[in-house]
Structure formats: structure tokens, C-alpha cells
């Protein structure tokens, strides 16, 4: 485990980061022309993301970004 002290300006930086990533990554996972096998490797990384996210953002902010694990299956 890796520990990173980060000013408030970065911290709102990575906040923006991780936003658009799981933004671009929602879009994709939307798209009905994805390849099941990259939409699985999109769901393991959104995942990832999300956790890095949820240790940012307040509760309301992650429930936008929560999926529902039946959405993908």
C-alpha cells in the first residue's frame, strides 16, 4: 500500500481526474458497439477508479457513480 499527502488543489485535481475517467468510462460501457471482452476489462478498470474515487469524493457524489451490479450482466 502506497500512502500520498496531497494539498487541498491536487486534491481537487485528482477529484476532477477520476471524474472524467469514470465519465468516459460510463459512456463507453453505454455503448451498444462494444465488444463484450473490452466491456469487461472497462468494468474491471471502472472499478478500480471508483474505489480511488470513493476515498475523495462525499457520499452523494459517489452514488452518481455507483452501479448496479445487475446493470452489466
Known amino acids: 500500500m502506497l500512502g ?5 488543489r491536487e486534491c481537487k ?3 476532477y481526474v477520476l471524474r ?3 465519465d468516459e468510462m460510463l ?5 451498444k ?6 466491456k469487461t476489462a472497462i468494468e474491471a478498470r471502472y472499478t478500480i477508479i471508483f474505489r480511488m474515487y470513493a ?3 462525499s457520499p452523494k457524489d ?3 457513480y455507483a452501479r ?5 450482466q
Do not use: P
Not at 500520498?4 to 487541498?8: E, G, K, S, T, V
Not at 459512456?27 to 455503448?31: A, M, Q, R, S, T
Not at 448496479?68 to 452489466?72: A, I, L, P
Open 62 to 64: 459517489i452514488s452518481r
Open 13 to 15: 485535481e485528482l477529484d
Open 27 to 31: 459512456f463507453d460501457l453505454n455503448d
Open 68 to 72: 448496479n451490479r445487475m446493470q452489466h
Open 33 to 38: 458497439r462494444m465488444d463484450n471482452d473490452i
Open 4 to 8: 500520498f499527502l496531497f494539498n487541498d
Open 20 to 22: 472524467k475517467e469514470l
Open 55 to 57: 476515498r475523495l469524493a
